[in-house]
């Protein structure tokens, strides 16, 4: 039985990229994303579990990285914002993101696409009701809900 | 945030994890971490160690005892209890109710362990598992013992999973025709709760059980006396509830008044037996 220790080597899935790594056994997924990875793309709003702007995939699921040990993540498969479109190329959602003007200050649109893209891929043709418990997870504090909600709705063809 | 140095060990066995447990000073386990992490940034809680449950696959199912109970593992998520049959045929109300916790990211690595275990008086799963008479099964290194639900709460935050145990599964008898209602008001849309209640109606009676007015949740007896000659007309469920607030202490905070929470406690109970009796069914 492996002894309790202050650190783990942990093996994460990282965006279709294997990836091995020390990590302090203290260290929150998202700063394990943002500070030893790089990966700037997912959001501290909050640091409380509340505000969803660091929403990243775990095994496909969203979760709030703030509220998962990076230690926890060992062995799984993890998908942050970067990862939706690795060859630059906009995916759907976010092109219609972009054309409903989906985003006043940007800070929250990662978490926004993280969970937005998890809902679309369970259930393509979400509706209006769909979104927005999918959203629940996720404030916007420019409160820009409506364009967000369009936006979503457009990519799954129902508007 | 930067947390509290901590020791994380992750047991490939419900064994190892009692075991670990047990050996460490301090040490704690780790379920979804969905309220622990906070708690940890907040420094409310400092463990040394954290025993990490996710490789307990037998704490992952959902299925029955020989003897016909409905059986949550521990570390079932609410997404879990949501989307599953045994659970929609049994007893439904688990997933109505996990279906109102928190958001979709808390409800995917949210558990029916940590809810109950953490023991918030504003949780959940608390008054719905002693309306439903729920047994628990703590294991400890040299035993394995269950618990009544009415045993398992003890206080705030605070269980009867001692040091060195840990809580493996939850389970509950399946409707068999009773029908469970659960009614509160929250912050917000699927919010913190100010106050609730859980009620089942069956063959052997009502069963009325409040949320956030005491350190564990209270049943109401005396209502529950009052009901059991059978007349569960909208009239008459009121009537006998009318003054269940004044037996209550419940505290005021941010939310609100002890004054409010005895008044929605009173009208929470009147909706959770009204919804449980029109879903009774034979």
Known sequence: MAAPATSRVIAVELNGEQVELEVPARRLLVHFLRD???????????????????????????????????VQADGARVTTVEGLAPDGELTPLQTSFNEHHALQCGYCTPGMLMSASALLERNPRPSE????????????????????????????GSR | MLLREVEYARPATVEEAVSLLAGYDGARALAGGQTLLNVMKARAAAPDVLVDLADLDDLRTI?????????VGAMVTYTQLVGSSEVEVARPILAEVA??????????????????CVADPTNHLPPLLVALDARFTIRGQESERTVSADEFFLGVYLTAVGEGELLTKVAVPPSSGAGDGFSGLTVGKHGTYVANAAATVSDAGVRVVLGCVDAVPVRATALEERLAAGDLSEDAVRA??????????????????????????????????????SRRKG
């Open chain 1, 36 to 70: 030893d990875l790089g990966l700037t793309g997912t959001h501290i709003g909050c640091d409380t579990g509340n505000c969803g702007a660091c929403t990243v995939h775990l095994n496909g699921e969203p979760v709030k990285s703030c509220m998962l040990l990076a």
């Open chain 2, 240 to 277: 006998a509830a009318e003054g269940l607030g004044e037996t209550l202490d419940p505290p005021s905070d941010a939310h609100g008044s002890g004054e409010f929470r005895r008044h929605l406690a009173e009208v929470s109970a009147v909706r959770a037996v009204l919804q449980a009796a």
């Open chain 2, 99 to 116: 279906e109102t916790i928190a958001d979709v990211q808390v409800r995917n690595r949210g558990t029916v362990g940590g809810n109950v």
């Open chain 1, 129 to 156: 009701e769909d979104v927005r418990l999918a959203l629940q997870g996720n404030i916007c504090r420019c409160t820009g809900y409506v364009n967000i909600v369009e936006a979503v709705l457009a990519t799954g």
């Open chain 2, 63 to 71: 299925g029955f005892t020989a003897d016909g109970l409905l059986e």
